[in-house]
């Protein structure tokens, strides 16, 4: 069974930055492609970033391209979520998701994290 375990939430000014960390745990993350995606109050899920299983080809919503980086660390089954220039309206919860051999997508999504709240003050 997979578990999926974010970390690195919190609270931070605009224009500020934070680091998420989702670590996965089970078999074969190097088959996985991860991501992530977040969902305001009120509002519904939404695509952050995914990466594949290779680490290439990673991919972003347009709201957060320039701004939000992805990686993985396959020896250390992590996958990061580096968030720069951070704006109020990134404000939301973030979930860590994992799609066994395939495109990762919000309807595609094989396991979920609990999610971890990210709170940027104006």
């Known amino acids: 069974q997979v578990q999926l375990v974010e970390s690195g939430g919190g609270l931070v000014q605009a224009g500020g930055s934070l680091r998420l960390s989702c670590g996965f745990s089970?078999?074969?993350?190097?088959?996985?492609?991860v991501g992530w995606f977040r969902q305001a109050p009120g509002k519904e899920r939404d695509f952050v970033a995914a990466?594949?299983?290779?680490?290439?080809?990673?991919d972003y919503g347009d709201s957060v391209k320039g701004r939000f980086t992805i990686s993985r660390d396959n020896a250390k089954n992590t996958v990061y979520l580096q968030m720069n220039s951070l704006k109020p309206e990134d404000t939301a919860v973030y979930y860590c998701?994992?799609?066994?051999?395939?495109?990762?997508?919000?309807?595609?999504?094989?396991?979920w994290g609990q999610g971890t709240q990210v709170t940027v003050s104006s």
């Open positions: 998701a994992a799609k066994y051999v395939g495109y990762l997508a919000l309807s595609k999504v094989d396991y």
């Open positions: 089970g078999r074969s993350f190097n088959l996985y492609s």
């Open positions: 990466i594949s299983w290779s680490g290439g080809n990673p």
